[in-house]
């Protein structure tokens, strides 16, 4: 959120509300935390040879882990997208120019 700062402030200057510049970046931390989790099964169900030996008490393609791991990984983004957000649109617009 930091580097889209500028952004956020134009967005404000320009009459944007805060909660549609909130949904907005959440809906995009969402979407890039969706890839990666798909992105992160698809890989894990392709090492599940190699994974098998380091796993106890859990098959290598076990969708209970599978899914509680996922959910918990985009719920931490969704979270810290929503946290950056909240800061970010809490800036000045005159001074967000300005931000580093």
Do not use: K, N
Request: glycine content about 10%.
């Amino acid at each position: 959120m930091s580097q889209r700062t500028r952004e956020i402030g134009i967005r404000t200057a320009l009459g944007a509300q805060p909660t549609s510049l909130l949904a907005m970046f959440v809906c995009h931390g969402l979407w890039l935390a969706g890839i990666g989790a798909a992105l992160g099964l698809v890989a894990a169900a392709g090492l599940t040879r190699l994974m098998s030996s380091l796993l106890f008490g859990v098959t290598a393609l076990d969708p209970a882990t599978y899914g509680s791991v996922s959910a918990l990984l985009v719920a931490t983004a969704v979270v810290a997208s929503y946290l950056a957000a909240r800061r970010a649109v809490g800036v000045d617009p005159v001074q967000a120019p300005r931000a580093d």
